[in-house]
């Protein structure tokens, strides 16, 4: 049975940082693409981050670019997203989500999300 466990979440005030870790596990996780997605009240779920599975490349959408880290230990089977200078908007339930690859494509899990909110 797969299994991506969010850990991280909480309060925190803006201006400040968290680090959000994924633990996968039941999948051969080398061979996902790791995602974070967040979504906030009333609004659309949208990616955050993404690593590839082997050479690691990471993208980001432009409101967290500069601020915020993915990374992953595939020998922990675990994602990481460090974010720094939390902005209010930065609130939202944060979801960490595997994306298989090559023979894999076509498969897709989902964490339970955890909720990250920035307030004063």
């Known amino acids: 049975q797969v299994k991506l466990v969010e850990s991280g979440g909480g309060f925190v005030q803006p201006g400040g940082s968290l680090r959000l870790s994924c633990e996968a596990s039941?999948?051969?996780?080398?061979?996902?693409?790791m995602m974070w997605h967040r979504q906030a009240p009333g609004k659309e779920r949208e990616i955050v981050a993404s690593?590839?599975?082997?050479?690691?490349?990471?993208d980001y959408v432009d409101s967290v670019q500069g601020r915020f880290t993915i990374s992953r230990d595939n020998a922990k089977n675990t994602v990481y997203l460090q974010m720094i200078s939390l902005k209010p908007e930065d609130t939202a339930v944060y979801y960490c989500?595997?994306?298989?690859?090559?023979?894999?494509?076509?498969?897709?899990?989902w964490g339970q999300g955890t909720q990250v909110t920035v307030s004063l």
């Open positions: 690593i590839t599975a082997g050479d690691g490349s990471t």
């Open positions: 989500h595997a994306r298989g690859r090559g023979l894999l494509a076509g498969l897709n899990y």
């Open positions: 039941g999948l051969s996780f080398s061979f996902y693409d």
